[in-house]
Structure formats: C-alpha cells, structure tokens
C-alpha cells in the first residue's frame, strides 16, 4: 500500500482533518493508499517511504516526491486539481 504524508506545525489538528478527508475521496475512488498526519518536523523521516506529501503551510522547499497544496482540501477552492495531483502521484510511485 501507498502512503502519503500530510503535515501541519503540530500534526495534530489541521493535518488530521485533511488526512481523514484525503482518505475517503481516495477510498470513493478505490485507490489504495494510506494517508497520514505528521508534524512538521518529522517530514522528511517520512520522504523515502511516502507518494506524496501534502502541505497544509506554504512551502518553498524542495522536496523528493511531489507537493499537494493541502489548504485546497480545507477550503474547496482547487480540490479537484490538487486531488488529481495527488492520484497522478500515487499511480507513479
């Protein structure tokens, strides 16, 4: 199974809210993958093994595996393209 990472400061609030969103539209699509929150800190322990990494804070960082505008899943605005980025990504691990 896939895994994708989502963080926030403390990986606790928002990143489990976008988590817990992000893992059913992937189970509505029948996409097997794992979606889980992590605080900010520990991200990069989490690159080698992830598809993905969805930021809910700006970043202008570069990163070994693709970047999913988390805010997008929290407001709406964007969601479609960010989620289709995120499918692209889990298919291509």
């Known amino acids: 199974m896939k895994k994708v990472i989502v963080a926030c400061g403390s990986g606790v609030a928002t990143s489990q809210t976008v988590a817990s969103k992000v893992n059913r539209m992937l189970k509505e699509k029948n996409i097997d993958a794992q979606v889980e929150a992590v605080d ?54």
Not at 41 to 70: C, F, H, L, Q, W
């Open 40 to 93: 900010l800190k520990s991200v990069y322990r989490y690159m080698d093994s992830s598809a993905a990494y969805i930021t809910i804070t700006k970043t202008t960082k570069e990163y070994p595996i693709p970047v999913i505008n988390g805010i997008a899943f929290l407001t709406g605005v964007g969601m479609d393209k960010e989620f289709q980025k995120l499918i692209d990504a889990i298919n291509n691990a």
